[in-house]
């Protein structure tokens, strides 16, 4: 069973940034993606960017250019750079591993309780 513990969330001005981290343990059997997803108040929770085995990448339109996704294979941990962030941005962040598909992908592993970032007005 994989474990998935995301940080580096917190409270940040408009303009702000911040390097999110996933770190893994265990594996999720037939996966060929990792990804970050976001869940604000009152929101369902929403994919941001996910990145494949072969390193080819998604970003939903409203992080494009703002937030970058790259891994570390070795040491088993996925990062989310964010920048230029806003109130928008507010959500609590998670990473998941599954199977990419053309503008996303299928989550198989369980959520963990995320990293929260708060992006001041």
């Known amino acids: 069973q994989v474990q998935l513990v995301e940080s580096g969330g917190g409270l940040v001005q408009a303009g702000g940034s911040l390097r999110l981290s996933c770190a893994a343990s265990?594996?999720?059997?037939?996966?060929?993606?990792m990804g970050w997803y976001r869940r604000a108040p009152g929101k369902q929770r929403e994919l941001v960017v996910r990145i494949t085995s072969g390193v080819d990448t998604y970003y939903v339109d409203s992080v494009q250019g703002r937030f970058t996704i790259s891994r570390d294979n070795a040491k088993g941990t996925v990062y989310l750079q964010l920048s230029s962030l806003n109130a928008e941005d507010s959500a609590v962040y998670y990473c998941?591993?599954?199977?990419?598909?053309?503008?996303?992908?299928?989550?198989?592993?369980?959520w963990g309780q995320g990293t929260r970032l708060t992006g001041s007005s």
């Open positions: 998941n591993g599954g199977r990419s598909t053309h503008q996303g992908m299928l989550i198989f592993g369980s």
């Open positions: 265990g594996s999720i059997s037939g996966i060929n993606a």
